[in-house]
Structure formats: C-alpha cells, structure tokens
C-alpha cells in the first residue's frame, strides 16, 4: 500500500494581496446611480475584480479539472452507497441528511491556487491539492446524535477496508476564540472525545496513522463556521477526496459567505453574482476598512446565529438570517450588507427568483 507523503497536506495560505486594483471606492453619504457607492476619482472606472495573473496554463488545468471530474464520479457513488438510506425524501422526512453535495474543483480555481502555492505541474498539482475532490454531508438539523451516526457508518466504512482516514479537522469559528469551556464547544458537531475515539479506531486498523499533525481537534477558521472536515482516500488510489459534516442552517448560509469570503480577498467569483460583488468588493479599498471589519464581525454573529438555530423536524420552506443592527454604524450601507437581502441577491443571481 503506498502511504502519501507529508506535502500532500495543506500547506498554510499566505498573505493575500490586496491593493492590486486601480478603482477606489469610498463610502458616500448618497446612493449613487442606482448604487450605494460612489466612485471617487476612478473617472468611470468600473467596479471589477482585478485580473489574477495565469502562472500555469489553462490547458493543463483544464486536464487536472478533466481527472477531478472523474475521480469526482467515484466519490459520489460512494457516498450515496454509504448514506443513500439517510436522505430526506418526500416519504422520508425525518431523515437525519438533509443534502448530499460533491463537487471537482473548477479549472480557475485550480489556476488560482495553483498560482498561490507556486505549484506550476501538472504531478505537482495533482500530488499537492487536496482539495480537487470534495463532498458535503448537510444533516437536517446539525445535532451531534447525527453527526455521530454519520460517524458511525465512516468507521463501518474503515473497518471494510473501503476508505482510509488520513486527516480530522474539527472547524469552529473564530468568533468562539474568547468563549471557555461548553460555550465553545456546544458550537461542535461532535465531542472531543468521539474525535478521539473516530482517529483511535482509524489507527488500530489503518497501515497509515494519523499523527497529532494531521489530528485538529480544535481549529478555529476564520471563516466563522463550524463544520467536521475528514481527509479520506480509497485504498490502493494516490489521491483524496474532502468531507465536510455540517448542519442545514449552517451550510446555507456558508454558501452564500463563500462568494462574499471570495470578493473580500481578491478570489475568482463568477460573473453571474456581479450585483453582490458591487456591494462587496468597495469594503476592501482605503477609506473603508472599519466598515469591513465591521462587516466581517457581522457576519461572524450570523454563523453562531446559524449555528444556534433550534433542529428542523422537516424540509426548510424558507430561509432567514440574523439582521443586521448595530453591527454597521453607516445608515446608507446598511441595507445592502444585510444576509437577508444579499441572499436574496444571491438567489436573483442564480435565477432561482425573479
């Protein structure tokens, strides 16, 4: 059996650099145009997310995304073998997984990571990024009864010799990073102790052994989200897939916070969510900075907000979202930073809603 090396593992993200646009957008006392920013000096500058520079060519990333999709059939399969039973149907509401997503990591974002980390081969890249294959396991209601029974059958599936478990990250968000004891730990899908028991019983079966390095029982991101990240790979392959267990409310809203996470750091975001990158991206520019760290403290309150939600028995019908308040002292903002309408902004994007 070959066991991976230590560079497979992610590595730390550096810095991200800002700066590198030519527009300045400052917070103007009146809505501009239809907008709420007012573009000051650019002369006509448009609001666009600066062009990143292609270090690795497009046809070689477009060969790792072709792999990834392949490799990407194999997992969902699994999965759905593996927890196909526990989805909520129609006839089944109760059932304890409310979604099963995967997903193979799109030509950009392989050029842009690729580009960050100075992986410029096609081996390389295809050694190093362990994020090419992923997969989502959204309970119905994030309690830990279901995230361990959702453990349950990943040690079932251990024991079968149908998945090794390489790597446990338990993600609690960094707004948790002052609370002591079980104010922080009510944020977690699963105990320390079942981590515990999760990466013991992994080892005593396993050839490859999870070490304290690959081992994170507490791991604040500063994403502010709390989720159950499991690194697996199938026995006898050189490649992985990524797992994240988390609950409904959570995963919603994540979805949303992703493509904001993106805009605020200079990420690739597609085109379709422009109307959200208007209002996002003027944050990151000089004069704006306590606006965007008052923004960010916002949408920290929204994920324990999320987190905290009372379980759902049945299918969600609609969503909400903590408002906003005194998060943000600038009225003319206000409004347009609020989750509610920039989910809904979200969902005119993707034409779910008109």
């Known amino acids: 059996m070959k066991i991976l090396p230590t560079s497979i593992f992610r590595a730390t993200e550096p810095p991200l650099q800002r700066g590198l646009q030519n527009a300045?957008?400052?917070?103007?006392?009146?809505?501009?145009?239809?907008?709420?920013?007012?573009?000051?000096?650019?002369?006509?500058?448009?609001?666009?997310l600066v062009s990143r520079t292609i270090d690795i060519q497009r046809t070689t990333a477009k060969q790792i995304n072709a792999i990834a999709r392949a490799r990407q059939k194999k997992v969902d399969a699994f999965k759905h073998e593996l927890f196909g039973d526990l989805l909520v149907t129609e006839y089944s509401p109760s059932n304890i997984i409310y979604e099963i997503k995967g997903r193979a990591k799109s030509t950009d974002s392989i050029i842009e990571k690729a580009n960050t980390r100075k992986w410029y081969t096609k081996d390389e890249i295809l050694r190093k990024m362990t994020d090419l294959n992923g997969t989502k396991t959204v309970l119905r209601d994030g309690?830990?009864?279901?995230?361990?029974r959702v453990l349950d059958r990943y040690i079932k599936a251990i024991e079968d010799r149908k998945i090794e478990l390489l790597e446990i990250e338990n993600k609690r968000p960094i707004a948790c990073q002052g609370?002591?004891?079980?104010?922080?730990?009510?944020?977690?899908?699963?105990?320390?102790?079942?981590?515990?028991?999760?990466?013991?019983?992994?080892?005593?079966?396993?050839?490859?052994?999870?070490?304290?390095?690959?081992f994170?029982?507490?791991?604040?991101?500063?994403?502010?989200?709390?989720a159950l990240h499991l690194l697996f790979r199938f026995p006898g392959e050189n490649w992985v897939f990524e797992e994240q267990i988390m609950g409904y409310d959570?995963?919603?809203?994540?979805?949303?916070?992703?493509?904001?996470?993106?805009?605020?750091?200079?990420?690739?975001?597609?085109?379709?969510?422009?109307?959200?990158?208007?209002?996002?991206?003027?944050?990151t520019e000089p004069g704006n900075a306590r606006l965007e760290e008052q923004f960010n403290?916002?949408?920290?309150?929204?994920?324990?907000?999320?987190?905290?939600?009372?379980?759902?028995?049945?299918?969600?019908?609609?969503?909400?979202?903590l408002p906003i308040k005194d998060e943000i002292d600038n009225d003319v903002v206000r409004e347009k930073?609020?989750?509610?309408?920039?989910?809904?902004?979200?969902?005119?994007?993707?034409?779910?809603?008109?």
């Not at 949303?256 to 944050?283: A, E, G, Q, T």
Request: glycine letters at 4%; hydrophobic letters at 30%.
């Open 250 to 283: 959570v995963a919603v809203y994540k979805d949303l916070d992703d493509i904001i996470w993106k805009i605020l750091n200079n990420k690739n975001v597609d085109k379709k969510y422009k109307p959200i990158i208007d209002i996002i991206k003027p944050l």
């Open 24 to 48: 300045r957008y400052i917070v103007s006392k009146t809505e501009a145009a239809g907008g709420i920013w007012d573009a000051a000096a650019t002369h006509g500058t448009p609001k666009t």
């Open 337 to 354: 930073l609020d989750m509610n309408y920039l989910y809904e902004l979200k969902l005119r994007c993707e034409g779910k809603i008109k």
């Open 143 to 148: 309690s830990r009864p279901q995230a361990n």
């Open 179 to 214: 609370m002591k004891g079980d104010e922080a730990q009510m944020r977690d899908y699963v105990s320390p102790e079942r981590l515990q028991d999760l990466r013991d019983r992994a080892n005593s079966i396993q050839t490859h052994k999870i070490d304290k390095e690959h």
């Open 297 to 321: 403290e916002y949408r920290g309150n929204v994920f324990l907000f999320q987190r905290d939600k009372a379980p759902h028995i049945t299918k969600h019908k609609t969503e909400w979202f």
């Open 216 to 226: 994170k029982d507490i791991d604040y991101t500063d994403g502010n989200y709390s």
